[in-house]
């Protein structure tokens, strides 16, 4: 059965300060892993997936995440936070059970950017 | 493309009432997941459905629940009878039925049950 963690249900950055949020998967094959992110009443939104081209995946607003096989980790992670960036992030994990190709989500992280 | 819409966008009931929630998937699309997410406890897959047939109705939280997807356009969420604890927003996505692809999620409906 496939599991996504995520670390800390909040975290608080400083404007301008790098975020890093945590995302661990348990899966029995090599899965296609996902980042969303949700700002207030919104549905989700794709923020960069991987699907095992490269370890190092760009997404949309300056966002990167590591797909670390070793780890099995896929830490999202931005250089220089931005207001804008406040919202709640779910890391998601897809993969073949049963003939069908299952999403499990993560509980999600609430990061709040300080002024 | 218009992406996945869901109506009604906000939806106030009374105890008791039938509350009917609808989805029109993105074309193409031939898988369809119904969730809902609170703040106590987050985001819950209530169905799936791939081709139009339910996989996986685990996350249906009882008999008051039901989905259905009468071809691959529509897909409604129908809750009889309505209660306060069902109270939440409620998000409808589709995708393609592969790996690496995503889901695309709609604007969700407000349920607010009083």
């Known amino acids: 059965a496939q599991s996504v963690t995520q670390l800390g249900s909040h975290v608080s950055v400083s404007e301008g300060a790098l975020v890093l949020l945590r995302c661990n998967y348990s899966?029995?094959?090599?899965?296609?892993l996902f980042w969303y992110v949700q700002y207030p009443n919104q549905g989700l939104q794709l923020l960069l997936k991987?699907?095992?081209?490269?370890?190092l995946v760009k997404g949309i607003n300056g966002f990167e995440a590591e797909f670390k096989k070793s780890e099995t980790s896929f830490h999202l992670t931005k250089p220089s936070a931005h207001m804008s960036d406040a919202a709640e992030y779910f890391c998601a994990v897809r993969q073949n059970s049963g003939g069908y190709q299952k999403v499990t989500f993560g509980t999600g992280t609430k990061l709040q950017v300080i002024p | 493309d218009a992406g996945v819409i869901q109506s009604p966008r906000h939806e106030v009931t009374e105890m008791g009432q039938e509350v009917t929630l609808r989805c029109k998937p993105i074309?193409?699309?031939?898988?369809l997941f119904w969730y809902r997410q609170t703040m106590m406890r987050g985001l819950e897959l209530l169905i799936y459905?791939?081709?139009?047939?339910?996989?996986?109705d685990s996350g249906m939280p009882e008999d008051r629940f039901s989905a259905k997807m009468p071809n691959a356009s529509f897909s409604t969420l129908k809750i009889q009878p309505s209660e306060p604890r069902d109270s939440a927003v409620y998000f409808c996505a589709s995708s393609l039925e592969s790996g690496g692809s995503p889901l695309h999620f709609g604007n969700g409906t407000r349920l607010t049950v009083t």
């Open positions: 459905f791939n081709n139009n047939v339910p996989i996986d």
């Open positions: 899966s029995s094959v090599p899965p296609y």
């Open positions: 074309s193409g699309h031939n898988s």
């Open positions: 991987y699907t095992s081209a490269a370890t």
